[in-house]
């Protein structure tokens, strides 16, 4: 049973930091891309952020460039969304997806994970103070 659990959200102060992580479960890990999406209330799903689990390419959405960085612990099979510099308006439900591709990440395909990804459940990650 493929099988993707995200965690590490919860209430953080404006500037303030949080490590998400999306352990996977149920399939080979080899040669996937994995990214990270957030919704907010009333709001489209956002795609932030991709890494290609095969060789480590990433990219990033402009909205957070520079302030989250994603990484991968293959042996963990585990993917981790760094948040540094935290605004309220990050304030969203934090969801994980992935999809198979042996190749290079140049630029994140978000539309790709939404139409044939599978997805985790999400964590929330609120930004106030």
């Known amino acids: 049973q493929v099988l993707l659990v995200e965690s590490g959200g919860g209430l953080v102060q404006p500037g303030g930091s949080l490590r998400l992580s999306c352990a996977a479960s149920?399939?080979?890990?080899?040669?996937?891309?994995i990214a990270w999406f957030r919704q907010a209330p009333g709001k489209e799903r956002e795609g932030l952020s991709c890494?290609?689990?095969?060789?480590?390419?990433?990219d990033y959405a402009d909205s957070v460039k520079g302030r989250f960085t994603i990484s991968i612990a293959s042996a963990k099979k585990t993917v981790y969304l760094q948040m540094n510099s935290l605004k309220p308006e990050d304030t969203a439900v934090y969801y994980c997806?992935?999809?198979?591709?042996?190749?290079?990440?140049?630029?994140?395909?978000?539309?790709?994970?939404?139409?044939?990804?599978?997805w985790g459940q999400g964590t929330q990650v609120t930004v106030s103070s």
């Open positions: 890494i290609s689990s095969s060789e480590g390419s990433t």
């Open positions: 997806a992935a999809f198979i591709d042996p190749g290079v990440v140049t630029s994140c395909p978000y539309r790709t994970f939404i139409n044939r990804g599978f």
């Open positions: 149920g399939f080979t890990f080899d040669y996937y891309f």
